[in-house]
């Protein structure tokens, strides 16, 4: 049995409950728990999987709070377990409060609608009725008066101080104050609209709208696009001084001084650079290939498929077109099973001297720097690289909608160091790779698996605090890739999506700075 063989995986941010765990997640925990007993062969349960994921990613940043737990009722050794929590029907969802007795039968989350806002807006009403003790890394969700407001800053050693204003049946304040309770120097209250007080003293008069406050008595409105949940949080994160808690402050210098190997080289955050795309090929090529002397089998089917999209629809210089081209036709004529890396290195290297091609040496990273060295750079260079392949796909009109991306998903499968990424990647690639049916639809499956990496990783060591793992673009980059549901929910307008992918990742649109 692994934790896998159920409807969700560790990749899920679910907790996956088993008989060896189930004692020290539910009992005594600092976070509320809600949690899903499922069956795994019961349809309804199959069906609502999706949303529960949803939910699991919606409320990521809410998780020192409250969390998401499962467990498979139907796999025996969980059975005794289901049965001690008395439960009789599939899906059941209970509540377990922080600090729960080993006694504890949780509560009931029957009632009300199972999709992501219901489900997020009754995970509220549930933590504001908490009862003693709080979970102590829950924000305070009560409303705030003009009086708390007023003394807000002798008992506070926070800069920021963010209210928002709405009604009574507004759940966008308290979403808004779980989503930052992972970051320091800053808090966020919610303020009723019959605050008079306060709603006078800054002359509110939208309902949501936000106002950052400061210890002077000062204060502004926060411009947004739209007034609600996502896009206030959004704002709020990149506020001057705001950083996920844990995480060492950045320090500017840092970028500036020399780091152990390399000159920091200034560059535009919103661009894409062909030095980080080279950097990558060379490294991919001649360091991370280096590591199979013999390549055969499904790896040499997984290097055919990559040099070959390279050789395609790599938009790069002349020179470093002609080369991919070379190793592209060398590739097609060998016959054998097997090849070695050291004649594909020649090759690469173009030892045989064919004019106007070549691979410069090295790598220059920009747009992938990080500001330590064990930050950023490859990996990064990766996901750019077939962020551009797919865009370059979609403009060639190729004929195979899932070209770039089998062959992204093999040779991550096959040569990506980061073992852990390609298993993810690969588990990504099953659930819905399949489903790719056009060209447009390959580059925005790879911005929405981006995303997805990047919501799981967010808050991890390996991000780089000068480069928060975002949902991306941010509304700054793209403002019309985002929008809002009637109901306030956020959502990615598909279209210009589209529209802004094709542009960014164009090869018109590439930037040719610091190439030798
Ligand atoms: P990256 O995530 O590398 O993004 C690079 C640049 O792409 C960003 O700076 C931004 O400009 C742009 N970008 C960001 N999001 C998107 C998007 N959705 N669509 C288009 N462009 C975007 N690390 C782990 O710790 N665990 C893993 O499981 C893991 N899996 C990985 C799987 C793959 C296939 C790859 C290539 C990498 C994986 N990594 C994983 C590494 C991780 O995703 C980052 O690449 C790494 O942490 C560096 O992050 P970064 O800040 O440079 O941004």
């Known amino acids: 049995f692994t934790t896998e063989a159920g409807l969700y995986t560790a990749s899920d941010q679910i907790v996956i409950l088993t008989p060896d765990n189930v004692d020290s997640v539910l009992v005594n925990s600092t976070a509320a728990l809600v949690v899903e007993f499922y069956a795994s062969w019961c349809g309804h349960c199959v069906a609502f999987s999706p949303e529960w994921k949803r939910l699991a990613r919606d409320i990521k940043e809410w998780k020192p709070a409250v969390d998401l737990a499962a467990i498979d009722c139907a796999y025996e050794d969980n059975g005794p377990i289901c049965s001690r929590f008395g439960v009789k029907g599939y899906p059941t969802l209970k509540f377990f409060h922080a600090y729960s007795k080993p006694d504890s039968k949780g509560q009931g989350f029957r009632e009300g609608p199972r999709d992501v806002r219901g489900l997020r807006h009754k995970i509220i009403e549930k933590m504001e009725t908490h009862e003693e003790p709080w979970p102590p890394a829950c924000p305070p969700l009560e409303t705030a008066s003009k009086a708390e407001i007023d003394n807000f800053f002798e008992t506070n050693s926070v800069e920021?101080?963010?209210?928002?204003?709405?009604?009574?049946?507004?759940?966008?304040?308290?979403?808004?104050?779980?989503?930052?309770?992972?970051?320091?120097?800053?808090?966020?209250?919610?303020?009723?609209?019959?605050?008079?007080?306060?709603?006078?003293?800054?002359?509110?008069?939208?309902?949501?709208?936000?106002?950052?406050?400061?210890?002077?008595?000062?204060?502004?409105?926060?411009?947004?696009?739209?007034?609600?949940?996502?896009?206030?949080?959004?704002?709020?994160?990149?506020?001057?001084?705001?950083?996920?808690?844990?995480?060492?402050?950045?320090?500017?210098?840092?970028?500036?001084?020399?780091?152990?190997?390399?000159?920091?080289?200034p560059f535009n955050r919103s661009r894409v650079y062909m030095a980080d795309l080279e950097s990558t090929l060379h490294y991919s090529l001649r360091l991370e290939l280096a590591a199979h002397p013999v390549i055969k089998g499904e790896a040499l089917s997984a290097l055919q498929r990559y040099i070959s999209v390279l050789a395609k629809y790599f938009p790069g210089r002349p020179l470093v077109r002609n080369l991919l081209k070379s190793v592209d036709t060398w590739l097609k004529g060998q016959n054998d099973t097997e090849l070695s890396y050291s004649s594909l290195r020649d090759v690469l290297d173009n030892t045989a001297e064919v004019p106007d091609a070549a691979l410069p040496d090295g790598v220059r990273w920009v747009g992938c720097q990080g500001s330590k060295p064990h930050f950023r750079r490859y990996p990064c260079g990766m996901w750019t690289l077939f962020h551009v392949l797919t865009v370059q796909a979609n403009e060639a009109a190729g004929k195979d909608p899932q070209e770039v991306l089998q062959a992204m998903r093999s040779y991550i499968h096959s040569f990506f160091g980061c073992q852990a990424c390609s298993t993810h990647f690969e588990n990504m690639a099953k659930e819905s790779m399949s489903y790719v049916g056009t060209l447009s639809t390959a580059v925005l499956w790879l911005w929405s698996r981006h995303n997805h990496v990047n919501n799981r990783l967010a808050g991890a060591l390996s991000e780089d605090p000068h480069f928060p793992k975002i949902q991306w673009p941010s509304p700054e980059l793209c403002p019309s890739c985002h929008g809002v549901k009637k109901s306030g929910e956020h959502t990615w307008n598909q279209e210009e999506l589209l529209t802004f992918l094709r542009s960014h990742f164009s090869s018109e649109h590439l930037l040719s700075d610091y190439l030798e």
């Not at 009574?168 to 992972?182: A, F, I, K, M, P």
């Not at 509110?204 to 502004?220: A, H, Q, R």
């Not at 206030?232 to 001057?240: F, I, M, V």
């Open 160 to 265: 920021h101080l963010a209210l928002i204003f709405e009604t009574s049946n507004s759940y966008v304040g308290r979403e808004v104050t779980l989503d930052l309770l992972q970051y320091e120097n800053i808090a966020v209250r919610r303020v009723l609209r019959t605050e008079d007080a306060l709603v006078a003293k800054l002359g509110v008069t939208d309902f949501p709208s936000c106002y950052l406050y400061y210890p002077s008595g000062n204060f502004t409105r926060l411009h947004v696009q739209n007034e609600a949940r996502t896009f206030y949080t959004y704002a709020l994160q990149r506020l001057p001084g705001v950083l996920r808690a844990g995480k060492p402050p950045p320090v500017t210098s840092d970028l500036l001084k020399n780091t152990t190997e390399d000159q920091w080289r």
